[in-house]
């Protein structure tokens, strides 16, 4: 008997989400309140606060888009995400929990996209000579997310190999 995954059960992936969500939110709402726009503002060597307005979707791509396709396009992903999420086996628990995560991230962005006409981003790592991407809690999600449903195949390969050895 497989033992179901906490995440993989509607009541505690829904907690996740609006708890993630709540975060999300109460994180930009405090960006928006104390951090200056386009200021850096260092925290630790190589990282430092700076917030900026996103039109597009990860790393500005898509920004000369039209805003409701983007959140149009959001929205399919969240759908899918949702159908993976209902198809993929209750054991896979890192599954389960990235594809919640993602969700969260997802429904962050889409959120800042009706509230302000942008994504509020403002986490900045750098070097003197290089700089990534900024971005912010919700994209966080998402990348952590992706990280977890790609450990979960790697372990599940891992497993379908252990047990074809026997």
């Keep these: ?4 995954g906490m995440f993989s ?4 992936a829904l907690a996740l989400i609006v708890v993630l969500l709540v975060v999300d939110q109460i994180v930009k709402t405090l960006v928006e309140l104390y951090l200056p726009l386009q200021e850096m503002v260092p925290v630790i060597p190589m990282l430092a606060l700076y917030r900026t307005y996103n039109l597009g979707v990860a ?15 959001r ?9 993976m999420w209902k198809k993929t086996p209750k ?4 599954a389960h929990l990235g594809f919640a995560l ?6 962050g962005n889409i959120f800042d996209r009706f509230l302000y006409g942008h994504v509020i981003d ?3 790592f750098h070097t003197q000579t290089w700089s990534f991407a900024v971005f912010n809690l919700a994209d966080s999600f998402i990348s952590i997310g992706a990280a977890c449903v790609i450990l979960d195949e790697l372990l599940q390969m891992k497993t379908s190999k252990d047990t074809q050895k026997d």
């Design 91 to 94: 054991d896979r628990n890192f």
């Design 122 to 124: 403002y986490i900045l």
């Design 9 to 12: 059960r509607v009541g505690p």
């Design 102 to 107: 993602i969700i969260a991230g997802a429904l």
């Design 75 to 83: 929205l399919v992903i969240v759908v899918f995400v949702i159908w």
């Design 1 to 4: 008997m497989t033992k179901t």
């Design 59 to 73: 790393f500005s791509m898509l920004s000369h888009m039209d805003g409701w396709f983007i959140v149009t396009m």
